[in-house]
T-cell receptor, first 113, second 116 residues
Framework: DAMVIQNPRYQVTQFGKPVTLSCSQT?????MYWYQQKSSQAPKLLFH???????NEADTPDNFQSRRPNTSFCFLDIRSPGLGDAAMYLC????????????FGSGTRLTVV | AQKITQTQPGMFVQEKEAVTLDCTYD???????LFWYKQPSSGEMIFLIY??????QNATEGRYSLNFQKARKSANLVISASQLGDSAMYFC?????????????FGQGTELSVKP
């Protein structure tokens, strides 16, 4: 089945140690999004790619970076994780020609120790 | 300013009864879409229902219906015949114009608990 896959499902990283979360899709969607969701809060958009065009949200910290080497893959890099970066990270994709066609991955739950 | 507002942090409903979860939104874009998602404790986002701003009729999907009142800018979710498995967090979300990359903006969520 076509889907959005996030790896790993759970990630534990040390304070200050760079970490990369990955997202892959088999839907051939042209837009990929990264959301951060802290406990009991709404998902918050960090950035998105429209094809190769990177779009950063104004309040996304510089500590967060992203790469999209091809249509299928998108990575979230946290350069120096702090305790406040512990959260669920959700990847989503969409094809803008289908207004309601969003697909979410299962998320990566990040713990910072 | 909040673009999506869910005023009910938590709701309780008796099994087999109907429940309405409130959502109001704010946008000046004439083209937008409204979504409801269910998020169980496992964390995945499960799509429930969608309403486009130009849709004439309220959306329905099985036990889910969306009460869309455009003039009031509200998009309430109605779950009929609640089941124990409906206990979860529910998020209302809005997609503004497609020229903004179609990003979804989420409300704060409502935690629904279904009592046996």
């Amino acid at each position: 089945d076509a889907m959005v896959i996030q790896n790993p499902r759970y990630q534990v990283t040390q304070f200050g140690k760079p970490v990369t979360l990955s997202c892959s899709q088999t839907l051939n969607h042209n837009v990929m999004y990264w959301y951060q969701q802290k406990s009991s809060q709404a998902p918050k958009l960090l950035f998105h790619y429209y094809d190769k065009d990177f779009n950063n949200e104004a309040d996304t910290p510089d500590n967060f970076q992203s790469r999209r080497p091809n249509t299928s893959f998108c990575f979230l890099d946290i350069r120096s994780p702090g305790l406040g970066d512990a959260a669920m990270y959700l990847c989503a994709t969409s094809r803008l020609s289908i207004p309601h066609g969003y697909t979410f991955g299962s998320g990566t739950r990040l713990t910072v120790v | 300013a909040q673009k999506i507002t869910q005023t009910q942090p938590g709701m309780f409903v008796q099994e087999k009864e109907a429940v309405t979860l409130d959502c109001t939104y704010d946008t000046s874009d004439p083209s937008y879409g409204l979504f409801w998602y269910k998020q169980p404790s496992s964390g995945e986002m499960i799509f429930l229902i969608y309403q486009g701003s130009y849709d004439q009729q309220n959306a329905t999907e099985g036990r889910y219906s969306l009460n869309f009142q455009k003039a009031r800018k509200s998009a309430n979710l109605v779950i009929s015949a609640s089941q124990l498995g409906d206990s979860a967090m529910y998020f209302c979300a809005m997609r503004e114009g497609l020229n903004q990359g179609g990003k979804l903006i989420f409300g704060q969520g409502t935690e629904l608990s279904v009592k046996p």
